[in-house]
């Protein structure tokens, strides 16, 4: 049985490996400051953890990166960038030097192999993750021998080096001393336990960090501070890609006259995760004109699906072929206001046409199936590849029933991922 065939058999039929809850908590609860979140996250976002990994082949592991790597080769040619910040505000257009940390490519499995469903710039989850996918344990030694996690080596270590690199990137060798980590009333995020881990993990790197609400930032002399307290660095969390918002004024402010580095950035997010890129990426003949070199149009011409703009004189054309597409805001995010075509309403439909959308065809995610509370449920699974400068850091899977990935579904949430061991 070939890898590819194997992974797929153990998601249909293995509930033998299984979170280690006790280590779980250990690994997320490293000192005073995170204590008690493990119990937390279990009162306050019960499905965030499922109990079983998913198994995915080497093959499209390494799949993935490869999308990954010829999607750099496009975003770092003139042409795509031209147009791309052509049509961006003008905040994005002066690039400061940061990569952007943790751009989120999420990708089902299709029956040709992974297929890209989309790109974001502040994917949350990437650090509850690295400690899900070491808290896997195996029901015996056959299994354990058989698989092993998609990533290894020290992962903690990889994001705070990821973290350095960004500050070096636009301030050289100064110092990294004080972090923000920066999004709308932090504390009612369905995230913000993450944000308490990373704020323990900057900490455990001698770099002091804050959790704040971009209001209570203020822009003067030069420094973004709280008043009392200055940040060097800020940790961006927001979904106000190009901090458009009165109430990200400081940070704006402090951004475009580059006494402050963001990460990610509206610089980032325009070349990245503007949903309009897809229609590009999914167009050899586009591709082909820009002089992209053969194998990587090859590359994505098997992996990005078609995507088109929902222009108003396609509409009746896109409403009778509605079923084979997933339709998606342009500037949308987690999943908000996205519905699968064979689930639109006329109603829904025509409340669509005020807001610009892109019709992407539908490609049905492969499945998870799992035991609640002894009765075997498939989930559908997509995986998210988190990436910093065009290298795959760490894969975790999401299990979910319903249109669009949710953190509601019982069995469901981030999964770990394991593959065969590498030869």
């Known amino acids: 049985m070939d890898a590819v065939t194997l992974a797929e058999d153990l998601n249909r039929s293995c509930h033998c490996v299984a979170v280690d809850r006790a280590k779980l908590e250990q690994l997320l609860e490293t000192g005073p400051t995170t204590a008690g979140i493990y119990s937390a996250i279990l009162r306050d976002q019960p499905h965030l953890f499922s109990s079983s990994p998913v198994f995915v082949a080497r093959a499209h592991l390494d799949a993935m990166q490869e999308v990954v790597g010829a999607i750099e080769s496009v975003v770092r040619s003139e042409p795509f960038q031209r147009l791309a910040l052509a049509r961006a505000p003008e905040i994005a257009r002066r690039d400061f030097g940061p990569r952007g940390v943790f751009l989120g490519y999420d990708f089902h499995l299709g029956g040709s192999g992974p297929q890209l469903i989309e790109i974001n710039t502040n994917a949350g989850g990437a650090l509850v993750n690295a400690a899900l996918v070491r808290a896997q344990q195996a029901c015996c030694a056959d299994v354990e021998a058989l698989l092993s996690p998609a990533q290894l080596g020290d992962i903690e270590q990889c994001f705070i080096d990821m973290f350095r690199e960004e500050f070096r990137r636009q301030r050289g060798d100064a110092p990294l001393r004080r972090i923000a980590i920066v999004d709308a009333e932090p ?183 799992i035991k609640v509370e002894g009765v075997e449920v498939p989930l559908k699974l997509d995986l998210r590849n988190y990436v910093y400068d065009a290298e795959v850091q760490l894969v975790a899977a999401r299990l979910y029933q319903g249109q669009t990935t949710n953190f509601r579904t019982a069995g469901g949430g981030f999964a770990g991922v394991l593959t065969e061991p590498s030869v």
């Open 187 to 369: 504390s009612t995020q369905y995230l913000f336990p993450e944000f308490v881990l990373f704020s323990d993990l900057f900490r455990r790197n001698g770099i002091e960090a804050r959790i704040l609400d971009p209001r209570q930032l203020e822009y003067s002399r030069g420094e973004l501070s709280t008043g009392s307290e200055t940040f060097d660095l800020v940790y961006n969390r927001l979904t106000d890609f190009y901090l458009r918002d009165d109430s990200n004024a400081a940070l704006r402010q402090a951004y475009e006259a580059g006494d402050v580095v963001v990460t990610p950035n509206p610089h980032v997010y325009a070349l990245y995760a503007d949903k309009r890129h897809l229609t590009l990426l999914s167009d050899p003949a586009c591709l082909r004109d820009w002089g992209i070199a053969a194998n990587v149009v090859d590359r994505l011409a098997a992996s990005v699906p078609e995507t088109r703009l929902l222009e108003s004189d396609q509409r009746d054309r896109f409403w009778k072929e509605r079923k084979g597409f997933f339709f998606k805001p342009v500037d949308g995010y987690g999943s908000k206001a996205a519905y699968r075509g064979d689930k639109l309403t006329r109603g829904v439909w025509e409340s669509i046409a005020t807001r610009p959308y892109i019709a992407q065809r539908l490609v049905p995610p492969s499945q998870r199936t």
